[in-house]
Structures are given as structure tokens and as C-alpha cells.
């Protein structure tokens, strides 16, 4: 006898996810291309190879600040300000050799953030897109602005041992990437939570910011932390440009979508690696800092054209492959589009 019953056709994976495999492979297979060209121009391997797991820290960090927005169709471009002002934060409470004032730098990064954090969460819900578009902006740039108030005019060495330990140590990985790895495993465990916690049809601005706003921000906070253990001094100045530029990086390489908001932790892992080894080549050419900036946006503007091409490719209505945007759909404002 003939089943007569209906079935639900499977799901079929959006644009973006449906070939990512595919393409966390390519992606794979030209960092190592590019460890390669690294390891011609540096004549070794071991201190190269922690070299770029510990530059690939900061693009990588960064990216995950911007993933947990991304989920919900947005990106914050005052992340970046407030990793900056941390680093200053940080630098500047580190040049004295003691542990104690560098962990009260690192608390008041984290403190510094929480204000950015619902600053920001209420301009993106409450305000329309446009009015939260420069306002976000407006808000990276007073972050930048503070940044230069506060970082001493002329590099200066950090001597808290701790925060030296975080580059330099005994350990075959770096402190940096040590660090950063934790804070990819607690972001993988956050997300589903975040998730569900923000499942509610139209939850309230004040709970979108607390479980979506301001993890993104105190992680930015920390790349504060990792980007001056990293070079061993206070910050030379404004870094929004550069953390954007290697923030884009890190998200598209590894197939993020800008534009639909899908990426995993897996993605930014990859996409890091590849940035950070980006980095490290155009560094060892000893190429001017300007020119190596343009280089990296001009990759990730690719990246991002790569994404729009293969986001053409149509999907059938009521799928919506892998993402799953915890709260508010993009585009909306306070649940309405």
C-alpha cells in the first residue's frame, strides 16, 4: 500500500554555507602557501610558526567580537574604537613593572567598554539604521580620539611580567594565542546561549544589549590586552584603522558573510590564521605601513566581492541554511523591519 503521507523536503543550505567546506579548504591550503613564502623570507620555522599564531591573535579576537553582532545582522564598527582604547588603557598602567597596575588597566578596559557597550545598543535599536550607522561611527571615533589622549606620545616599553609573559615565554605556544584560543573556546560555548537566551519574538534593548552588545565589547576590550603584549610597549597612536582592516580580513577569509550575517567560530579560526599570516609576509618584506594596510583592504574587498557572488546563487523560499541570528532579524529595529 502506497504511503500516501506528506514529508517536509530537507532543508536545503543557504548560498554561502552550502560550499564552505570547500572553501575553509581553499583558505586553508593558501595560508599555507603564504607559511611558506614566510618561511623563504625568515630562513626558519619554529619562532616563525608563533609568530603568526601570536599576530593572528588580534584580527582573530577582533573577528569574534564582530561575529557575535554578525549573527544578528550587524555590524559595530565602535568594537574597534574600544580594542584600541583598551590597548591604551592597558599600555599606559603597564610601563611601571607592577602586575597589580596592570591588571587594574585590564579592569578598567573591561569597565570602560560596558558604557560603549549600551551606548551602542541603544543608538542600533532605537534609532533608524541610518541615524545608528553614524552614530556607531561617531562613537569609533571618539573611542580613537580618547585613545590619543591617553597613550603617552612616544612608544613606551611594558615591563609587568605578566603581560611580557603573554609574548615571550617558554612554551612552545605563545601566551597570545593561548589566551586567544580561550577566548575562542568560550565564544563557541557562549553562542547557542546567547542564542537561546535571545530567542523571544521582540526582546527588550536592555537584554539585546546585555547578552549581545556587551560580550562583543569586552571582548574587544581584551584585544586591548593581547595587542600590547604583542608589541611589547603602549600603543603609537590610533589603531581603528588597522584593527578594521584586519577585522574585515579575518571575517571574510574565512567565508563570514557580511551581508547575511552566517559564520561560525570555525570561520573566523581560519580566516585569523590567514590574515595573521598575511601579516607576517608583508612584515618580513619590510614593506611601508601604508602600503601593507592597502594590500590587506584590497584582500579583504575581494573577499567580500566573493561573498556577494556567491550569496547570487538563489535559495528556496523557507531556508535559511545556517544561520540563526539570535534576537532581532538585520534590518530591524526593535524587532520591526
Not at 552614530?135 to 603581560?163: F, H
Not at 597570545?176 to 568560550?186: E, G, N
Amino acid at each position: 500500500m502506497e504511503d500516501t503521507a506528506t514529508t517536509t523536503p530537507p532543508a536545503t543550505a543557504s548560498p554561502v554555507r552550502r560550499g564552505q567546506g570547500v572553501w575553509l579548504g581553499v583558505v586553508g591550503a593558501a595560508t599555507l602557501v603564504l607559511v611558506g613564502l614566510c618561511a623563504v623570507e625568515a630562513g626558519e620555522t619554529e619562532r616563525l610558526l608563533q609568530n603568526i599564531v601570536t599576530v593572528a591573535a588580534i584580527p582573530g579576537v577582533l573577528a569574534l567580537s564582530q561575529l557575535l553582532l554578525l549573527r544578528s545582522g550587524r555590524i559595530e564598527p565602535a568594537t574597534i574604537g574600544v580594542a584600541g582604547l583598551g590597548a591604551a588603557v592597558i599600555g599606559v598602567n603597564s610601563t611601571g613593572g607592577s602586575n597589580g597596575a596592570m591588571l587594574f588597566g585590564v579592569l578598567l578596559a573591561l569597565l570602560a567598554a560596558v558604557p560603549f557597550a549600551f551606548l551602542s545598543g541603544f543608538l542600533s535599536l532605537n534609532v533608524r539604521t541610518g541615524h545608528a550607522l553614524f552614530s556607531a561611527v561617531a562613537v569609533l571615533i571618539g573611542a580613537d580620539q580618547l585613545v590619543t589622549d591617553i597613550a603617552p606620545p612616544q612608544m613606551v616599553p611594558v615591563r609587568a611580567p605578566l603581560l611580557t609573559s603573554l609574548a615571550s615565554n617558554d612554551l612552545r605556544i605563545p601566551g597570545v594565542a593561548l589566551v586567544a584560543a580561550a577566548l575562542f573556546l568560550a565564544t563557541a560555548w557562549y553562542l547557542p546561549r546567547q542564542e537561546a537566551r535571545l530567542g523571544a519574538r521582540e526582546p527588550s534593548w536592555p537584554r539585546v544589549t546585555v547578552f549581545l552588545f556587551l560580550p562583543s565589547f569586552l571582548l574587544a576590550a581584551l584585544v586591548g590586552l593581547l595587542y600590547t603584549a604583542r608589541i611589547g610597549a603602549t600603543v603609537p597612536g590610533e589603531l581603528g584603522k588597522e584593527f578594521m582592516i584586519v577585522c574585515l580580513l579575518a571575517l571574510t577569509a574565512g567565508g563570514c558573510s557580511l551581508k547575511s550575517g552566517e559564520g561560525t567560530v570555525l570561520d573566523v579560526a581560519v580566516g585569523s590564521l590567514f590574515a595573521g599570516t598575511l601579516q607576517t609576509l608583508l612584515a618580513l618584506k619590510l614593506l611601508d605601513s601604508s602600503l601593507q594596510s592597502t594590500i590587506l583592504c584590497v584582500v579583504a574587498v575581494v573577499f567580500i566581492l566573493i561573498d556577494l557572488a556567491r550569496l547570487r546563487t538563489p535559495v528556496p523560499a523557507g531556508t535559511g541554511g545556517e544561520r540563526r541570528g539570535p534576537g532581532l532579524a538585520a534590518g530591524s529595529v526593535n524587532g520591526h523591519p
